[in-house]
């Protein structure tokens, strides 16, 4: 007897997708607002001063949270999977006390290290007391990483969504009155006042998380977190490349073409990561886990991937095409006119981030198959190519460099990671998956050229026009996939979110 064709999941994305994506479309139109505040009341200077620190937290953050905002929800799904309750209750409990020491050790480290990168980053010593103060934002961070993955390994999806709007809606009356009052003063109480924001709402979340009583001395609770901490140290070294090439590439931007210039980088890559993160943050909620289940049975973890990337691809084509063709108006939309020398910049990035959306579903058949060494060495070259590129954009070509970097980063490692996948479990792209893939590049190269070549209001009119065909056979397309209109489906999903539950769960 023949076995009934495998389930399709485009209905199971879509609809994870709907309760994380709905948060974060409120959490970026907050965003976009306060990006706009942000650029008129601190201007490029403190807009390139607050991305110079973000950079420098970067690395420290991803050390001081030791991969347990990955790691952890790894080894609490899998108890929760099993069904053992005191076992999730052991791992919960585990998940804490870890955030809580990394927490600590990450603040110490950037207090030590303040004086040394304040001369590196900005060539003397101003910064050493903001760095000092921002050093809580780490212990802040690691522990807010540790609750939020209780909350994604018990899949509280709607929890999760709830925190993030919260966090966004409540964020915007705070950061406002101090960006008024302090102008660029107000970078470091902002960013400060807004951690211990986040914490204060994730913690809610996570005290109504109900499991049973235990008891663990901390010897036992560092034998517990043993096998955690080894795979979340793949995740730290990894992080720790990426956020390091993060932070040289501004000080590659600061020291040849200034701060104004990385104000000017820091714009253009918030604008053209909003919607891509949107997307991809939205649908990996529960690929992930949904990927790790089946990592054994190589056809099904393949007809996922391309699964995922059908939907990545047809959710992520117009908000491209309409950032490629309209980016003038977006820059001046969301910052201002000083700004405008980041629209060719915006361009490239926006062109070489469609490459993201294709490399990224297949990344994770290498920690679904537990390929830790692949997935390292996948990353570094990744990184050395990221930053190489850079440096020669940065001198051949001044800002829009390091867009085109962006570029030749996901060209070149969507063919890495391809043949990586190939060898794991003989990956290959479906015939749909190569024909909305070819569609998606004709599309995206062909409105970047227009959008170079032709004046403002032909570009505008004509991306305008590609936008709306492209939202319409993307919307045409995941209503074939899931059998009824994606957007009805999406906005029932929603709004059931603000409904009590008591699992909280999708």
Sequence with gaps: MSLPPPKSTHSQILK?????????????????????????????????????YST???????????????????QIAEAAGAGNQEQIARSLLTV??????????????????????????????????????????????????????ILQGLRRIRDMAMQG??????????AVPLMMLWRVDSIVPMMLVTAVMGLAITWWFTRQVTVVATKMSW?????????????????????LMGAGVAYLTRVIIIRKLGLEANGLYSSAWTLSSYYVGFILGAMGTDFYPRLTEV????????????????VGLLMALPGIIATLTLAPLVIMTFYTAEFMPAVELLQWQSLGLMGRVIAWPIGFIMLAKGAKRCFFYSELSANVVLLGFTW????????????????????????????????LTGFRWSSACNRLIAFAAIASVGSFVIARFLPLAWSAAIGALLAAATAGYSLRSLTRLVGRNPLAAAWEKFRRILQPSRSGQC
């Excluded at 994380?20 to 390139?48: D, F, W």
């Excluded at 709007?165 to 705070?174: E, H, K, N, R, S």
């Excluded at 010897?219 to 992080?239: D, I, N, Q, Y």
Aim: aromatic residues 6%; charged residues 10%; contains cysteine.
């Design 96 to 149: 804490r006390r870890a955030s809580i020491v990394s927490g600590l050790l990450g603040m110490l480290l950037l207090i030590a290290l303040a004086y040394p990168l304040s001369l590196a980053t900005f060539g003397d010593a101003k910064q050493v007391v903001p760095l000092c103060i921002l050093s809580v934002t780490l212990f802040i961070g690691a522990v807010s990483g540790g609750l939020g993955a």
């Design 165 to 174: 709007i919260l966090g966004a809606v409540l964020g915007l009356p705070v």
């Design 219 to 239: 010897r036992e609770s560092w034998m517990e977190a043993k096998p955690m901490l080894k795979l979340g140290l793949v995740f730290v070294s990894t992080g």
């Design 56 to 74: 420098i937290l970067g690395p420290l953050a991803t050390l001081a949270g030791m991969g347990i905002a990955t790691s952890g929800v790894r």
């Design 295 to 310: 990592n054994h049975d190589h056809a099904e973890v393949n007809r996922l991937v391309n699964e995922q990337t059908e």
């Design 16 to 52: 994870s997708s709907a309760l994380i994506g709905g948060s974060s479309a409120v959490a970026i139109l907050v965003g976009m607002i306060r990006v706009k505040l942000t650029a008129v009341y601190l201007g490029p200077l403190g807009v390139g001063l607050f991305g110079a």
């Design 392 to 423: 020669l954009g940065v001198v051949d070509f001044g800002l829009a460099g390091t867009g085109m970097a962006v570029l030749a980063l996901y060209l070149c490692m969507t063919i890495w990671v391809l043949l990586i996948v190939r060898r």
